[in-house]
């Protein structure tokens, strides 16, 4: 099941943050159990989103692996639990020992973030249907490694991005119960920034900025 925002689709810039996004889609979406933030970037739209619907919120510790010399593009990701998803297309032109090192480079980055985030957000209870807030998808990597991860306490696990590609859509729907995205785009490149007007790498000390100013009943 893929739900889509017809007037926003191709569309460039349509929303002016992570926070515009994350209220709108607050309005797009039905009500889960509990809403799952990926961080960092993910945050400050799950923390929108879990504060109009009235949701618990959690993180879930997902990191892409990052290409060398980049801060955005990734060849896979991996979890807080060692699940490991890798774009083979992309790992084919890196050699071993770059591949070793960037996945530690990864691992070390989830671990630094588990030690960091508050631990009532990681706090994951068996609950029937979750939803998993990212500020969009490009590959979809991340956010397969992240419903893999998540079905360990979820029975249902939905996929909700203001954005993505539709290859991305195509390969995530397979392995989750549904997509609801806004901004569906099968224009390439693709590229998640090009979603937002104002955009930037959402730091650690931003995201647990948010964390400390949810409250679910503001």
């Given at each position: 099941m893929i739900r889509h925002?017809?007037?926003?689709?191709?569309?460039f810039h349509v929303f002016k943050d992570r926070e515009d996004a994350g209220k709108k889609l607050a309005s797009?979406?039905?009500?889960?159990?509990?809403?799952i933030a990926i961080p960092a970037g993910g945050v400050p739209i799950a923390v929108?989103?879990?504060?109009?619907?009235?949701?618990?919120?959690r993180v879930l510790p997902v990191s892409k692996i990052l290409l060398p010399y980049t801060t955005e593009a990734g060849f896979g990701a991996i979890s807080m639990f060692g699940d490991v998803e890798i774009n083979e297309r992309l790992a084919s032109g890196l050699d071993e020992e770059t591949i070793r090192l960037q996945i530690e480079k990864t691992k070390e980055k989830i671990e630094r973030r588990l030690?960091?985030?508050?631990?009532?957000?990681?706090?994951?209870?068996?609950?029937?249907?979750?939803?998993?807030?990212?500020d969009g998808l490009a590959s979809g990597f991340t956010m397969i490694t992240a419903i893999k991860a998540a079905k360990r306490f979820y029975r249902?696990?939905?996929?909700?991005?203001?954005?993505?590609?539709t290859s991305a859509v195509d390969l995530v729907e397979k392995k989750c119960d549904g997509v609801f995205v806004l901004n569906l785009r099968d224009i390439y490149p693709y590229a998640v920034a090009d979603a937002y007007e104002e955009w930037h790498d959402v730091s650690e000390e931003e995201m647990l900025e948010c964390l400390r100013n949810f409250d679910p009943q503001d």
């Open positions: 925002d017809k007037k926003l689709y191709n569309r797009f979406i039905p009500d889960f159990d509990v809403v929108e989103v879990a504060r109009v619907k009235k949701m618990p919120l030690k960091i985030i508050p631990e009532k957000f990681l706090k994951y209870e068996s609950a029937n249907s979750a939803a998993i807030v990212d249902e696990i939905y996929v909700v991005v203001p954005t993505a590609s």
